[in-house]
């Protein structure tokens, strides 16, 4: 073992390891090792300047006992950086210190170097390294000590009904409807951010913790120290990104459907709102108005003059939005071209296929800067140029036919090794461009990965069920997305797949998540609506006429009774409109998510740290969602304060439980007075 202290950054070197820690931000630890020599240099999710750290290296030698019962003096480092220290022994386990309190130390049961005593014959090290036959990457296995007592949050969005992730095996891959971002906040006072877009996996068990990457060059993570959650979620956005200022005039109704087929279905939906009265700030394409996949551009037979479309939408005051694809069907204009210059994604092995919905498609390698400037070029012309405002950026996990990881390459490299990060890349095909057009930039997309924030993305939950038990889970994805780092999400209202608009008992389950998004980021109908016998528009097999769309999305296309509840809540995301412009405010100043854990704002409340059917909207809203079908009434815990039912009025003291009416015109929401 050697330590070096390297402008005050600790380096140290082991059985052909080099590792490196380092000041990154306040209170704040980056920890890098590898087994090639020399670190890749990549930032990942590290992408904001921060000043030159002030950190303090100690190298010095201390007892350790041996096992035949002998003490041996053994060279010791540690490196302090304001709250936060990072002790390492002669056999390079790592410990950390909040305060001087151990908050994480690595699992090591080994021959030598052990800090305690026990399990020293199996042989199982902190920092396992193998490499893979025939490439230059390892697979790699990092193990911590599990605290029984630690709860854990954050970590994106796992479709599951566990908030707390204590006991929880996650996958680090991207799916439809999971997003991984791996950021996670503890309960002990600590934050950490595997920086590694590898595929792999955590165990959060109650014996270990353990960090998978199945293909990588080096491990990289960073750790913060805090006293709140708030002030956790500060610290990680310095160094990875904030968003920037949501724009006013998308903070009401958005309108999406599965799926507007013309531009005269769009024009008529848009015509009824506003003679009802009721400003819709956005309206969403979706799907197949193309010719075929890749295409990136209107089919005319339905959609003959696109900018005389917009500009009648904009005399409104109703922004664009169109839906664009990363996979290229082969029957494109662009397939042959794209795959000529290298802009796709590559098989290791069999066909060059990547999806295959509705087409023989492979998806754009958006790693490629080429990729990234041909797509965009292709959307301007078709799409921006016409004055559509925003993209929905859809399949950006990307949506593989078969996640067979790897399988898969990129121009910087395999799958298995980059591909977590793919949401992003493709997000800033669009980001990168319009950044600099002089308007904010705000597009629609189904995955993320840490530090998407910065890129313009709202983030919705994916194709979910439209079924309660999906809706309660859709709330603890939103929470722990917020507590990693990305603070615009939001949901299907309904959920995505419906087979009966006409069952009594999905319109209620309508009505509750409809009340839900009202207290959200983001307000948004969407939903792919049964029965399907709505006659195609035409026989071809490509083209914007021949898939299938769902039924009405409306607003009263629920029914009269339906329609007051949604319309009477409408008014009250309108009326709220300057907070929640205040939320979004905050958002950029230190991270915080519209939607809140209730221990994000009552982090001394034990209770609050086991909430999971309640949360905060901002500061100011305790919001109570009815998860259950024919459910009209509902327990909700008050912490410590006043709280006036806003159904009522009435006005409640704090800690204690309380059981309110919840009518379906009425969702319970608490107002801290």
Known sequence: MRFENDNNALVFYTKGEMCRIESWGDDSLRVRSTMLGKFTGNAWALTESIPQGSAKVDIYEEDFWVGDGTITKQPVASITNGRIKAVVNFAGVMRFYRDDKLILQEYFRSYGGTISKESRCLKTINREWKGIIGGSEYSLNLKFESNKDEKIFGMGQYQQENMDLKGCILELAQRNSQISVPFAVSSLGYGFLWNNPAVGQVVFGNNMTEWVARSTKEMDYWITVADAPKDILKNYTDVTGRAQMFP????????????????????????????????????????????????????????????????????????????????????SENFYPMLEKGLLIKTERGAAQTYDYQGDCVEIDPFNPETRKYVWEVCKKNYYDFGIDAFWLDNSEPDYGVYDFENYRYCDGPALSISNIYPQMYSRVFYDEMKDLGKPVVNLLRCAWAGSQKYGNVVWSGDVPSTFEAFYDQLQCGLNMGL???????????????????????????????????YSAVLRMHGDRGPYNIPALDDRDWGGGYLHTGQPNELWSYGEDNYAIMKKYYDIRIDMHDYIKSLYEEATVNGSPLIRAMFYEFPEDKECWSLQDQYMFGSKYLVAPIFKLNQFEREVYLPAGNWKLTSTGEVYTGNRRVTVDAPIDYSPVFELV
């Open 248 to 331: 006013e005039d998308l903070m009401g109704l958005w309108q999406c459907k599965l799926r507007y087929r013309t531009q005269d279905e769009v024009l008529t939906v848009a015509r009824q709102y506003q003679k009802e009265g009721i400003k819709i700030d956005q309206i969403v394409i979706d799907f197949f108005h193309w010719t075929v996949q890749g295409d990136w551009k209107f089919d005319t037979l339905y959609w003959p003059d696109p900018k005389a479309m917009v500009d009648e939408l904009h005399s409104m005051g109703i922004k664009v939005i169109v839906s664009v694809w990363p996979s290229v069907d082969r029957k």
């Open 484 to 518: 990693a780092g990305i603070p615009w999400w939001t949901t299907d209202i309904g959920g995505f797949m419906t087979d009966d608009v006409n069952d009594p008992d999905f319109r209620q389950l309508l009505i509750r998540w409809y009340q839900f998004a009202v």
